[in-house]
């Protein structure tokens, strides 16, 4: 009798549950602190903003930090015909959006901030940067983002390249 273990095909692979490697973006405003709140050291020494521990942007997708799947992009696991996504769910923008997947990706609730909420709170990041008298010269895209259930602001524009992020400093 044979004892040797034979790999599982692809589609027998089990996907529960998956570690991502987190994405630290650079941030001009940034610091070091992340690593206490993370209990997780920090690459490079410059200064980090956030950490992103899910996501699905083209530019800076999450992997998948080990197993079978290692090195896997979010994007390529999301494939919309894999079998793998049965009853997958992904809560992104902090967990205050929930979707799941079945035949196809359904958003089940969103915490959205209301018209009223979005606009009290970017009139006050308007009026905040107004009053300290910050001004950027050259902005690449719009400086603030209403994500529903977020808002981002970046001085230098949501586009802006690393580099002129850190001509900056």
Not at 132 to 158: M, N, T
Request: glycine share 8%.
């Amino acid at each position: 009798m044979s004892m040797t273990r034979e790999q599982p095909a692809a589609n027998q692979i089990s996907l529960n549950p998956l570690r991502f490697e987190p994405i630290y973006p650079y941030r001009l405003r940034g610091g070091r602190r992340l690593a206490n709140l993370l209990s997780a050291p920090l690459p490079g020494d410059g200064p980090i903003g956030e950490a992103w521990l899910l996501s699905g942007r083209e530019d800076h997708p999450s992997r998948v930090a080990a197993g079978p799947l290692k090195g896997r992009s979010l994007g390529q696991l999301l494939h919309p015909h894999d079998e793998h996504l049965k009853n997958l769910s992904l809560l992104p923008t902090c967990g205050t959006k929930f979707y799941q997947y079945a035949s196809d990706w359904k958003k089940i609730c969103s915490e959205d901030f209301t018209t009223n909420e979005k606009k009290k709170i970017i009139s006050s990041l308007k009026q905040a940067l107004e009053a300290a008298g910050f001004k950027v010269g050259k902005v690449w895209g719009e400086p603030i983002e209403d994500r529903g259930s977020q808002i981002a602001y970046s001085a230098l524009g949501q586009q802006a390249p690393i580099e002129e992020k850190k001509k900056t400093l």
